[in-house]
């Protein structure tokens, strides 16, 4: 079993930035690859972004290439999602997910574990 946390939400401007961190307990957090997904008003949850075990491999929506980041810091057992040049069509409640499966685009079907979600708003 493995309970996320996520955090780091909240209104922020058009072009600024925001991280959000998932916290995770249980096992073996190590060997879960980690994914962030979003969910918009009255769109179906989507991917965002995912990180291999390890870390060494990571994997970006066509969206937010080149302006969202995912770490991760398996010590601390948590998750990053480094959030910069935002977009108001970037608002949605985001998500962390695991799931126990090498690195790679997982669909939200795949993954075994979810946060509670946390909100980010951007204004225009």
């Known amino acids: 079993q493995v309970q996320l946390v996520e955090s780091g939400g909240g209104l922020v401007q058009a072009g600024g930035s925001l991280r959000l961190s998932c916290a995770a307990s249980g096992r073996a957090f190590s060997r879960y690859t980690l994914g962030w997904f979003r969910r918009a008003p009255g769109k179906e949850r989507e991917f965002v972004a995912a990180?291999?075990?390890?870390?060494?491999?990571?994997y970006y929506a066509d969206s937010v290439k080149a302006r969202f980041t995912i770490s991760r810091d398996n010590d601390k057992s948590t998750v990053y999602l480094q959030m910069n040049s935002l977009k108001p069509e970037d608002t949605a409640v985001y998500y962390c997910a695991a799931v126990q499966k090498p690195g790679g685009i997982w669909t939200e079907r795949d993954y075994d574990y979810w946060g509670q979600g946390t909100q980010v708003t951007v204004s225009s």
């Open positions: 990180i291999s075990w390890s870390g060494g491999s990571t």
